[in-house]
Structures are given as structure tokens and as C-alpha cells.
């Protein structure tokens, strides 16, 4: 069983970037595809970015694409992800999600087993 813990959100303007990190505990990163997901007040859970165990492949959701970047260190057991050009629409709770298995498409909340407590991005001037 693995233990995620999300850090780096923050109040940023728009244009402004800032760094997401969800650290693991309990069982390494390696082992699990990882999705970051991102819900807004009164909206659906997003899917955001996912990194495959498997093959290392990663995906995007389509609001982010060339703006957000999903990576992984496996010597510090932590997967980042990186958001450039922030929009005030990027405003959200972020949560990192881990699970050994893709059973459907990657963006589907349900499939993950394993969830960190999020962390607040507010995107404002």
C-alpha cells in the first residue's frame, strides 16, 4: 500500500508557473502509474496528467497540453508536475493518484486506489 502527499500549490498570476510534488511513502512510485487530477468547486474531478509505469509513456489532459509536464524521480519515490502558463481555469484542488493496474482510460478517477489529500492552485492577479 502506498501513501501519497501532495505539497506545492499556491497562489500564483497568471502567466506564472509553479511546481506540484506528491510524495510517496510505504511502497515506491516505480511500481504504480501515476494520474494528477483536478477538481474545481462545483465541477467533476479532471483528469490532468498520467505517467505509466509500464512504458513511461505520459498523457495530457487537452486544457494543458504544452503547458504541464508530468515527471518522475524515482531516487527521492516523488512524481512532479510542472504548470507553465497558468490560467485563472486552472484553478483547482490537485490531487495525485497512483494505481498498479490501467484498466480503462487513464483519466477515469474511479480505477485509482490510491489518493493524496490535494493541494490548492488559485490562479489570480
Known amino acids: 500500500q502506498v501513501q501519497l502527499v501532495e505539497s506545492g500549490g499556491g497562489l500564483v498570476q497568471p502567466g506564472g508557473s509553479l511546481r506540484l510534488s506528491c510524495a510517496a511513502s510505504?511502497?515506491?512510485?516505480?511500481?504504480?502509474?501515476i494520474g494528477w487530477f483536478r477538481q474545481a468547486p462545483g465541477k467533476e474531478r479532471e483528469g490532468v496528467s498520467y505517467?505509466?509505469?509500464?512504458?513511461?509513456?505520459?498523457y495530457y489532459g487537452d486544457s494543458v497540453k504544452g503547458r504541464f509536464t508530468i515527471s518522475r524521480d524515482n531516487a527521492k519515490n516523488t512524481v512532479y508536475l510542472q504548470m507553465n502558463s497558468l490560467k485563472p481555469e486552472d484553478t483547482a484542488v490537485y490531487y495525485c493518484?497512483?494505481?498498479?493496474?490501467?484498466?480503462?482510460?487513464?483519466?477515469?478517477?474511479?480505477?485509482?486506489?490510491?489518493w493524496g489529500q490535494g493541494t490548492q492552485v488559485t490562479v489570480s492577479s
Open positions: 510505504g511502497s515506491t512510485l516505480d511500481g504504480y502509474n
Open positions: 505517467s505509466s509505469r509500464r512504458d513511461g509513456r505520459t
Open positions: 493518484a497512483a494505481d498498479r493496474w490501467l484498466r480503462t482510460y487513464w483519466a477515469v478517477p474511479e480505477q485509482y486506489d490510491y
